[in-house]
């Protein structure tokens, strides 16, 4: 019918023109007659000669008429069809003229063509998005889901790809295969794969995708685990030189026959798929890029890159081992799994070889790579083994690479193995405090490891010590005595117990301690006999059982004098002599102090001062003068000076030299005025006064020590004799007022 319009159109012009009939036509009808004319050539696509007459029809009508509106559309759309550079301007110029227009969409659709053809497909994605598809034509449809799907895709936007895809596939436009193509690949590299491999079958008969399908195929087959098909299917591809990296097919089959641990049925494939790994096959059938990016390995189990460890692996497992560190060698340069394994592998053929310091170097690079946590495990094991095996810098490597060992994994099945290891060396390098928090936390200690534990228990304790933290370590020698796994360890650890509480002051503990140490059977052998007899002395004299101790102060000196310190030795001596004075054996105590005294000790003077009081304890008071002399003449520096010119001052009053009394006391007054002792000198001279009926001195004298040391038993007394003195006087009145001027003193008649 159309036809038969435009003929008679046609006709009714030529009857015009030749004619010559009395009405004219006017100039809008040859405008309309013209753009009939157009979109007739347009629908026959004449897009030539259709947009030269589109574009008369635009210069014909108002820009404001729906017409011009019409032709200037039609005109960009023919732009579109012939593929003309102005296309996208005369589409961008149609939209920013007429905005409002119908064919606004598709406007926007034949820009997103205009950008798809030229393969810019995010600036054709973005017109896409523009248009709202319920206003794309019937015909332009599938057309539109499938480009803007494709652009999707291009970006990556596989989600949205497949959206649209999904929309296509099951159709029966010219789109529909290749919508289902490009849905199954998105299911494929989704990891869809049981979906892809019914999607990709759909295609078998394709034209244009039947044979890019196998390829997808037997990947899909190899990562649903159904090898068998795998090993059924790629005999006949590797045959195919088409086929799509067949180097990829042939690590498939090395791969499932290596998981298999067919090594000797993985290796020929191995070693062809490296070389065809620079000879991949081009990709069948289509020139656009998402086709030629849809087989990219998506798996490292499908890239020849692991090709050399595999095969030095296989060949590891077939005992072949020079072969297996051939290939292994060069899979160490990454910071990678397979460099992980090839180092641990080398490691164990380096060991089957006897070569442990390769192996060692091997284990550890192994240890120093984390990509396989229980590769590590073992490696860092094995390494740290070695290492102690080969005794390489056992105090500190060893123990480092076993403390590593066990900080990264405290749950190891080695873990008892590498501890009693440690405890061993750890008791060898004094690293004590380690040590005990390992071997406490091991359960069900046997002998031998309860004997390190206690000798560990023993030095920390000697550490501590030796640092000043007492407590501490008496705690670890009461801990020591308690395991009692060694007799000797033992007997030590109560000397070093017994001695730990005396200097804590806890003298009953220490004294039963010590006890317990000098009874033991092992007690002599003890590097700490001499030491323990000489501090049970001090315990001893402490508990005023001044037998005991001279006792031990005697075996002491018997046992140590080759040993011990001399000072020490001497000190003894003086203690004994300390011992012998007080239980009243004064001979002895001075022949004791004596030995001190020729020994020129820094103790001398301490010994000849006691040497005077034993002289003046058996009434000898002219020895006793010489001896007190000589703290003088002998040790100027010495500390007693005062002590001794004191004594020697009551001596004097003792034998009632009274001027020599009072002249040693003006002396010790008048050198040591500080003295704590000075109170009593004051006393003692002012009773010499009264008892010598000199009143004056005495009361001058008292009055000193009252005022320079009220409140004090020495100046209360000082006030019983001041009164004896006023009331021989008949004066009390004047001691009352003397008591009111200079004391706080309340007194009654």
Not at 339 to 353: E, H, K, R, S, V
Not at 568 to 586: E, K, P, S
Request: hydrophobic share 35%; glycine share 4%.
């Amino acid at each position: 019918m159309q036809k038969i319009k435009y003929h008679v159109v046609a006709l009714a012009l030529l009857c015009i023109a030749t004619c010559g009939w009395s009405q004219k036509i006017t100039p809008k009808q040859q405008q309309d007659l013209l753009f009939e004319q157009a979109l007739d050539l347009f629908r026959k696509e004449k897009y030539a000669t259709a947009q030269q007459l589109f574009d008369k029809t635009v210069q014909g009508y108002s820009a404001n008429s729906s017409t011009a509106a019409n032709a200037m559309y039609y005109a960009a759309v023919c732009a579109v069809q012939l593929n003309n550079n102005d296309a996208q301007q005369r589409l961008d110029a149609f939209l920013h003229r007429y905005p409002m227009s119908g064919h606004g969409d598709m406007a926007r659709f034949y820009i997103g063509n205009y950008y798809y053809t030229r393969n810019k497909y995010d600036k054709a994605l973005s017109y896409y998005k523009k248009v709202n598809p319920q206003q794309v034509e019937f015909g332009h449809r599938s057309e539109f889901s499938f480009k803007q799907g494709y652009c999707h895709l291009m970006a990556g936007q596989l989600k949205e790809a497949k959206q649209l895809f999904v929309q296509q596939k099951d159709g029966s436009s010219k789109y529909t295969e290749a919508s289902l193509y490009y849905y199954a690949h998105i299911q494929y590299a989704d990891g869809e794969y049981d979906l892809a491999l019914k999607s990709f079958q759909k295609l078998k008969e394709s034209d244009k995708f039947a044979k890019i399908v196998p390829n997808y195929e037997i990947r899909l087959y190899y990562y649903l685990g159904r090898y068998d098909q795998v090993l059924q299917m790629a005999p006949n591809m590797l045959k195919d030189a088409s086929t799509y990296k067949r180097n990829e097919v042939c690590q498939m089959v090395a791969e499932i026959y290596f998981n298999q641990s067919a090594y000797a049925e993985a290796l020929p494939y191995y070693h062809a798929a490296a070389q065809l790994a620079d000879a991949n096959s081009t990709m069948p059938n289509a020139n656009d890029a998402a086709v030629k990016k849809t087989l990219a390995p998506t798996r490292a189990a499908c890239t020849p890159q692991d090709n050399l460890y595999q095969m030095g692996y296989c060949h590891y497992m077939l005992h072949q081992l020079d072969s297996a560190l051939f290939y292994l060698q060069n899979k160490t340069a990454c910071d990678d799994s397979v460099a992980q394994n090839a180092f641990y592998t080398m490691g164990d053929i380096y060991l089957q070889q006897g070569d442990k310091d390769k192996a060692r170097s091997m284990f550890l690079q192994a240890s120093q790579l984390k990509h396989n946590p229980s590769i590590q495990e073992e490696a860092l094991f094995c390494y740290a083994k070695l290492s102690c095996e080969l005794n390489k810098n056992p105090y500190n490597e060893s123990i480092r690479s076993f403390q590593n060992y066990l900080k990264q994994y405290p749950h190891t099945t080695h873990r008892e193995e590498v501890q009693e290891i440690l405890a061993s060396l750890y008791l060898t390098t004094r690293n004590y405090k380690h040590a005990l928090m390992l071997i406490e936390s091991i359960t069900n200690r046997n002998i031998t490891l309860n004997k390190a534990y206690q000798r560990i228990l023993v030095g920390y304790g000697i550490e501590l010590f030796n640092k000043g933290k007492i407590a501490p370590a008496a705690s670890n020698f009461d801990k020591a005595v308690a395991v009692a796994a060694d007799i000797k360890v033992t007997c030590d650890a109560y000397y070093l117990l017994g001695e730990s509480y005396f200097r804590l002051g806890q003298n009953e503990k220490a004294f039963h301690a010590l006890d317990q140490f000098l009874l033991s059977s092992t007690a002599a052998q003890s590097p700490y006999y001499t030491q323990g007899l000489y501090t049970q002395g001090y315990l001893c004299m402490q508990n005023k059982d001044y037998d005991d101790a001279a006792t031990h102060f005697k075996s002491f000196i018997n046992v140590g004098r080759q040993q011990s310190a001399p000072h020490q030795i001497c000190d003894a001596y003086n203690r004994l002599g300390d011992c012998r004075f007080i239980t009243r054996h004064y001979q002895e105590a001075i022949t004791n102090y004596d030995y001190t005294i020729k020994s020129g000790d820094a103790d001398a003077d301490y010994a000849t001062y006691q040497k005077a009081l034993s002289y003046g304890a058996m009434g000898d008071d002219q020895n006793k003068f010489a001896s007190l002399q000589k703290i003088f003449e002998l040790y100027p520096q010495s500390e007693l000076k005062s002590t001794a010119l004191l004594e020697m001052a009551n001596t004097y009053r003792k034998l009632e030299n009274n001027e020599m009394a009072i002249h040693k006391y003006s002396e010790f007054l008048q050198l040591y005025p500080n003295h704590s002792q000075v109170k009593d000198a004051l006393l003692s001279m002012g009773l010499i006064y009264y008892n010598t009926s000199n009143d004056a001195e005495a009361l001058a004298t008292f009055d000193k020590l009252l005022k320079q040391y009220p409140e004090t038993d020495e100046s209360r007394y000082a006030l019983d004799v001041i009164k004896n003195i006023y009331r021989d006087h008949d004066s009390l009145e004047y001691y009352f007022e003397y008591i009111s001027q200079n004391t706080q003193i309340s007194v009654s008649n």
